[in-house]
T-cell receptor, first 115, second 110 residues
């Protein structure tokens, strides 16, 4: 019973390039969350998705960032025209149901470095 | 929005001693309080959680207390062991997303 999977684990991009981060939730989970962790800081919520729907994107920067969770395949967090400030660890979590008290299981993260 | 403060930021204890980490929150609508442990290079792992209808919960060497009136909750680890060394995050949930504290680096020394 595999946990939440993320790939790549490490990603290096030059300024102006695009970064694509993938997340496969736990089997049977249809709720996906993306969080960003800057060095020496806690995790910050970015976006919450269910299959084919964005439910809450209140933590997403207005520009350059987008997320999707298609009917088939992993959830994708896409960052266009990356800047050095985008360097961080990006974590995906999944849950089996929505609402308060839903345990979120985290993946190992993707560490993005922008040169 | 919710604001979660966590103290201390670093904590060193001798093996076998107890460790206590405290958090306060601002949103009275928060009703779910999970604690996560994060080891270097890994994702956060849930170690214990408590819901607002409970004041205390214990799981072996780990316990969490919640004071909803004062809006604070604490993590207690007894008989600490070297493998407890990690970063611990408190968090709150009232809807679907979690709001995290800034973390406590716990070091258990031999």
């Amino acid at each position: 019973n595999a946990g939440v999977m993320q790939n790549p684990r490490h990603l290096v991009r030059r300024r102006g390039q695009e970064a694509r981060l993938r997340c496969s939730p736990m089997k049977g989970h249809s709720h996906v969350y993306w969080y960003r962790q800057l060095p020496e800081e806690g995790l910050k919520f970015m976006v919450y998705l269910q299959k084919e729907n964005i439910i809450d994107e209140s933590g997403m920067p207005k520009e350059r960032f987008s997320a999707e969770f298609p009917k088939e395949g992993p959830s994708i967090l896409r960052i266009q025209q990356v800047v050095r400030g985008d360097s961080a660890a990006y974590f995906c979590a999944s849950a089996g149901f929505e609402g308060p008290g839903n345990e979120q299981f985290f993946g190992p993260g993707t560490r993005l470095t922008v040169l | 929005g919710e604001n979660v403060e966590q103290h201390p930021s670093t904590l060193s204890v001798q093996e076998g001693d107890s460790a206590v980490i405290k958090c306060t929150y601002s949103d009275s609508a928060s009703n779910y309080f999970p604690w996560y442990k994060q080891e270097l290079g890994k994702g956060p792992q849930l170690i214990i959680d408590i819901r607002s209808n409970v004041g205390e919960k214990k799981d072996q060497r780990i316990a969490v207390t919640l004071n909803k009136t004062a809006k604070h909750f604490s993590l207690h680890i007894t008989e600490t062991q070297p493998e407890d060394s990690a970063v611990y995050f408190c968090s709150t949930g009232g809807g679907n997303k979690l709001t995290f504290g800034t973390g406590t680096q716990l070091k258990v020394e031999l």
